[in-house]
């Protein structure tokens, strides 16, 4: 067994021995230049696969989500987001950074917006105020423990914002999570958003890079905010060739994922100090309060890792993820030390 077994997140994930042959023997050219053929065929597969015009390969889930902000607004406008959204959150305030926008914060549960607390959020701009010209959603949702938002509240999102003039985005970088775990296609979620973004890099396992897609102006449009930000890569086709391998190969066994999250959660609900009801855990993500009298989080975590488990501090509490190279095993080990040290 290594010496750790890191449950920190699933971006930890390792590429496959097949990506890595893949990426050895890409076909690639320049992408700046728009002749790099595997960018060219991951960016018309992912286009395919949500049901849009186009994509386009970006290094990172945060650059997309600031192009896709940014291509939708104008600075002085409101944008609405989930209080604790990814977007509004965990992204370095690229929403006034980059794009001079005001975010407006609406409460959820789990994750889903009322759409009555999102109507009585838009607002017309006067000398006083902005204009509302952009609604983010996330799915899943990362700090409501990878909670799925369910479809029907995409679709009621969607209307509100078609009545009032308004643009969608998703910030979808665990949408595959999210499909596999309600039996949603993924494309009936992307029928409701304007523009979204996934990544490939988390459970999927490719080594890095996002997509964004959308309708193919705002996509070309989309890739001179690419430029702009330093997106602009040259032979990027040695990482799109394992993102072909992520989209064809990996979807599946996301599912894996999701059972070893449920079994252990299941397996160190309960102890003392763990705040865990396991039937939230929908994905692959967990997060659960802990409130020891005698251990304050970190000192936990440092247990944790003398015992060979990785977790991350997140509020006051810990957030585990599962992934492809976490086992079956791994979860045992996890609950055995967790066991150990609070039993």
Known sequence: MPPYSDFRSDTVTRPTEKMRKAMAEAAVGDDVLGDDPTVQKLESLAAGIMGKEAA?????????????????????????????SHIYNLESTHLTFISGVTPRPVRSTR????PDDVLANIRKPNVHTPRTSL?????????????????????AIRRLADTHGLKVHLDGARLFNASQASGVPVKEYSRCVDSLMFCLSKGLSAPAGSMLVADRERIEFGRRLRKALGGGMRQVGVLAAPGLIALTEMVDRLKEDH?????????????????????????????????????????????????????????????????????????????????????
């Open 135 to 155: 609604i983010c959603l996330e799915n899943t949702h990362n700090i409501w423990g990878g909670a799925v938002v369910p479809l029907d509240n995409f679709e």
């Open 259 to 343: 059972a070893r999250a449920k079994a252990l959660a299941r397996g160190i609900a309960g102890l003392p100090g763990i705040v865990l009801d396991p039937a939230t855990v929908e994905t692959d993500i967990i997060i659960f309060g802990f409130e020891h009298p005698d251990l304050p989080v970190p000192a936990m975590l440092g247990r944790l890792k003398d015992k060979g488990i990785l977790a991350l501090a997140v509020g006051g509490g810990i957030r585990m993820v599962t992934h492809k190279d976490v086992g079956d095993e791994d979860v045992d080990r996890a609950v055995k030390a967790f066991r150990e040290i609070l039993g």
């Open 56 to 84: 386009l390969f970006c290094p990172s889930g945060t650059m997309a989500n600031s192009i896709a902000v940014k291509m939708w607004t104008n600075a002085l406008e409101e944008v609405i987001v989930e209080e604790r």
């Open 111 to 114: 994750g889903v917006m009322d």
